[in-house]
């Protein structure tokens, strides 16, 4: 059963609020919807895997999805987390189309792309045995005893096409990786093949969940866009880039003609998502291009955000309306 199940990434969130927000002449637009679509895919794949392992063998275990963790100073992060009073599995999932040449005494894979353009990578199974070391790591550091950790790299695009020189097939790196389909068969033989020890979870899985780390890295520094260039503005959820105008009680999107009543809160999460959880009411005018101090201290107060500070000075969290997303520290960007 899943104990933290799949939800979008935060880093994919942030990426969907820049690429709304960067203006299309922006001379790093493209590298910013690279990166987009290289998280939605690894996110797509992720999702993909709900379906075999909500069956039979994967109910016997106790199933995180994106967890990381700090240990002797290095974040490392794990695409999921299986848990067994057995053994635990960590699962490297790759949703990557084109050809993938497996050289794995080369500790390298030869992705060649739908556009037949190439590209080396690392070995994906060296990648999830680091993983494993840092987890045995701090289960060690957590004074819990050790428990077998089995790392699996899943291939989760089905049209992905394989290639793997005999000579390799009885390698680590390829007994090791599975397609999605082949996950319950290759789980119920992990199941059999732990049978004895028993390992209590409880404490394991409440400290996995309590020191799991927020992905908490700041977009706009990640890809060197100054909040400056951003498009500002209350933009119309149906053509997604053009600027709502604030009548009395509503948003109006003067090229389609939506309507809106809350519009704004988009603009707050948005904000939020790229530049803090905390607003000023100075901050909220720019970025939702309120001329009006009053209605924008109006629009703040309506949503009932906790505030804290004084006058200029005074913020209000935007917490209440992100739910439960850990977006940027603070001040992130100040
Ligand atoms: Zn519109």
Same mark, same amino acid.
């Given at each position: 059963?899943?104990?933290? /199940?799949?939800?979008?990434?935060?880093?994919?969130?942030?990426?969907? #609020?820049? #690429?709304?927000?960067?203006?299309?002449?922006?001379?790093?637009?493209?590298?910013?919807?690279?990166?987009?679509?290289?998280?939605?895919?690894?996110?797509?794949?992720?999702?993909?895997?709900?379906?075999?392992?909500?069956?039979?063998?994967?109910?016997?275990?106790?199933?995180?999805?994106?967890?990381?963790?700090?240990?002797?100073?290095?974040?490392? %992060?794990?695409?999921?987390?299986?848990?067994?009073?057995?053994?635990?599995?960590?699962?490297?999932?790759k949703n990557i189309a084109g050809?993938l040449?497996?050289?794995?005494?080369?500790?390298?894979?030869?992705w060649?792309?739908?556009?037949?353009?190439?590209?080396?990578?690392?070995?994906?199974?060296?990648?999830?045995?680091? %993983?494993?070391?840092?987890? #045995?790591?701090?289960?060690?550091?957590?004074?819990?005893?050790?428990?077998?950790?089995?790392?699996?790299?899943?291939i989760?695009n089905?049209?992905c096409?394989?290639?793997?020189?005999?000579?390799? @097939?009885?390698?680590?790196?390829?007994? @090791?990786?599975?397609?999605?389909?082949?996950?319950?068969?290759?789980?119920?033989?992990?199941?059999?093949?732990?049978?004895?020890?028993?390992?209590?979870?409880?404490?394991?899985?409440?400290?996995?969940?309590?020191?799991?780390?927020?992905?908490?890295?700041?977009?706009?520094?990640?890809?060197?866009?100054?909040?400056?260039?951003?498009?500002?503005?209350?933009?119309?959820?149906?053509?997604?880039?053009?600027?709502?105008?604030?009548?009395?009680?509503?948003?109006?999107?003067?090229?389609?003609?939506?309507?809106?009543?809350?519009?704004?809160?988009?603009?707050?999460?948005?904000?939020?998502?790229?530049?803090? /959880?905390?607003?000023?009411?100075?901050?909220?005018?720019?970025?939702?291009?309120?001329?009006?101090?009053?209605?924008?201290?109006?629009?703040?107060?309506?949503?009932?955000?906790?505030?804290?500070?004084?006058?200029?000075?005074?913020?209000?969290?935007?917490?209440?309306?992100?739910?439960?997303? %850990?977006?940027? /520290?603070?001040?992130?960007?100040?």
């Amino acid at each position: 059963m899943f104990i933290k /199940p799949i939800d979008k990434p935060l880093r994919l969130l942030k990426l969907e #609020a820049l #690429a709304r927000r960067l203006p299309h002449n922006h001379p790093k637009h493209q590298e910013i919807l690279q990166k987009l679509y290289r998280a939605e895919a690894g996110y797509s794949g992720e999702k993909s895997l709900h379906y075999y392992l909500t069956q039979k063998a994967g109910r016997q275990y106790r199933i995180l999805h994106s967890v990381k963790l700090n240990t002797l100073g290095h974040d490392f %992060q794990m695409d999921f987390l299986l848990l067994h009073q057995t053994h635990l599995l960590i699962l490297e999932v790759k949703n990557i189309a084109g050809t993938l040449r497996f050289e794995p005494d080369r500790h390298q894979v030869i992705w060649t792309k739908p556009d037949n353009s190439v590209k080396v990578l690392p070995d994906f199974y060296l990648q999830a045995i680091i %993983q494993k070391e840092h987890l #045995a790591n701090w289960i060690s550091e957590a004074d819990l005893p050790q428990i077998p950790i089995n790392p699996l790299v899943v291939i989760s695009n089905p049209n992905c096409r394989l290639e793997i020189p005999p000579q390799f @097939n009885n390698h680590p790196s390829i007994r @090791n990786m599975i397609r999605s389909a082949y996950l319950p068969t290759r789980l119920s033989s992990e199941l059999n093949q732990h049978s004895k020890a028993t390992f209590s979870l409880s404490k394991l899985e409440s400290l996995i969940l309590e020191h799991n780390l927020p992905d908490d890295q700041c977009i706009l520094k990640e890809t060197g866009v100054k909040p400056g260039e951003l498009t500002t503005g209350v933009l119309c959820p149906a053509c997604l880039n053009k600027r709502m105008i604030k009548h009395r009680y509503r948003w109006l999107c003067s090229h389609c003609g939506k309507k809106s009543r809350n519009a704004h809160v988009d603009t707050l999460i948005d904000f939020s998502l790229l530049v803090g /959880p905390l607003i000023t009411n100075i901050e909220f005018r720019w970025f939702a291009q309120i001329e009006s101090a009053s209605t924008a201290k109006h629009l703040l107060r309506e949503l009932k955000l906790p505030v804290a500070g004084h006058n200029r000075g005074r913020f209000y969290s935007l917490t209440h309306i992100t739910g439960n997303l %850990q977006v940027n /520290p603070p001040n992130s960007l100040s």
